[in-house]
């Protein structure tokens, strides 16, 4: 896969926070943290691409699964969560590997600093002692970088996952210009955006979006844009950017 450079990530301020990138293949990593941890988030990613990628090798439907899957007993805890968003979604379990990435390599960096922020292609894992505020690309929706989802310290640790049918490259069977999820599993958050994200062809689909995000469990939130249309559900404070 080709890279492909974000630049929504030039509007994400820092504040008091070290702000840097970290690529190992393909995981493309934004991190925000008290201080460089570089050496530490590539060590972290290496772990558990190489979990995944081992996983994958001795059970290859795994990565081509478009519904739930079975994975084995002595699976790696990354793959076993994984595998649990997806049962919970109703999708493959590929739908939340970069949410889970984006959590497991947070979690090991809280070792080394009190805040940490890690963004995976839209799917962010955040542990804050300020309010933050999280932008929203929506493509062309008159919505796009106009308004922002306030996080409060006390909510964190938190996982907010992004899924699009008309923004980026990640596979999706809807049109929505942005679908954006709460939890408390951020692999569990990027399954649900993609569940969500998939059933939303026009506007008149919002509600039926909306009804999908409070059945599944463990969702604290929910938001979906699609064109000049936007649609809310559970603990999701909208902001201006």
């Not at 979990?51 to 290859?60: A, K, R, V």
């Not at 080394?112 to 002692?129: A, C, T």
Request: net charge positive; aromatic share 6%.
């Amino acid at each position: 896969m080709a890279y492909e450079e974000r630049k929504y990530r030039r509007l994400i301020k820092s504040g008091e926070l070290v702000k840097f990138n970290v690529v190992d293949k393909e995981t493309d990593l934004l991190v925000l943290a008290s201080r460089d941890l570089k050496k530490e988030s590539l060590a972290s990613i290496s772990k558990y691409r190489a979990e995944i990628e081992s996983y994958i090798g001795t059970d290859p439907l795994f990565i081509t699964a478009f519904r739930p899957y079975r994975v084995r007993f002595k699976a790696p805890n990354i793959i076993k969560d994984m595998a649990r968003a997806a049962r919970r979604t109703k999708v493959g379990p590929m739908a939340a590997v970069a949410g889970a990435v984006a959590e497991y390599v947070g979690r090991d960096l809280l070792k080394h600093s009190k805040e940490v922020i890690v963004e995976n292609g839209g799917d962010i894992f955040m542990k804050i002692d300020k309010p933050k505020k999280i932008g929203i690309y929506a493509g062309k929706s008159p919505f796009s970088n106009k308004i922002a989802i306030e996080i409060e310290p006390k909510e964190t640790p938190i996982g907010v996952c992004t899924s699009s049918g008309t923004v980026g490259h990640s596979r999706s069977f809807g049109k929505a210009d942005a679908v954006v999820v709460k939890a408390k599993s951020t692999a569990l958050a990027d399954a649900a955006a993609t569940a969500i994200g998939n059933i939303i062809k026009s506007p008149v689909d919002l509600d039926a979006g909306l009804k999908l995000a409070k059945k599944i469990r463990g969702l604290k939130g929910a938001l979906i844009i699609k064109d000049d249309y936007i649609g809310a559900w559970g603990r999701v404070k909208i902001v201006p950017m």
